[in-house]
């Protein structure tokens, strides 16, 4: 592409923070119906990956997942890590796991984070090391 030549950067991760609401139902009392709406905070990590090599993707996704579990064993949680089954995956995704930790007050697991790998190419401006 003819586009300014961009400084010799790693292709960029980004952290960010946000305000979610999941409504949940009650499957084991009520036959039907919304119960409640919870609200969470939590933190997503962002990678952008080059096309090199065809690994990227994984490598960057397993560097996120390890990040996690570093983190939840510092904080003295007792977690598993699950590979979730292609069929629960939405589009464009082809690879996701699943990080429960173990809840005493529920007495079972519950989700505490997760990472998704995306498929599909993006032009991006780190393509080439020009702006395109």
Not at 32 to 59: C, D, I, N, P
Not at 105 to 126: A, D, F, L, T
Request: proline residues 8%; negative net charge; charged residues 25%.
């Amino acid at each position: 592409s003819g586009g300014p030549k961009l400084p010799s950067l790693p292709p960029p991760r980004i952290v960010c923070s946000s305000t979610c609401y999941r409504p949940e139902t009650d499957t084991g009392r009520d036959p039907w119906g919304l119960y409640r709406v919870h609200q969470f905070t939590k933190v997503e990590m962002f990678g952008v990956t080059a096309a090199e090599s065809g690994g990227e993707s994984e490598e960057l996704l397993q560097v996120f997942l390890q990040l996690q579990k570093e983190l939840f064993s510092e904080l003295g949680l007792h977690f598993r890590v699950l590979e979730m089954p292609t069929e629960e995956l939405g589009l464009p995704a082809y690879r996701k796991f699943d990080i429960e930790a173990w809840m005493p007050g529920r007495g079972k697991y519950g989700e505490v984070g997760g990472q998704i790998c995306w498929g599909g190419g993006v032009n991006s401006p780190w393509e080439g090391g020009e702006v395109v």
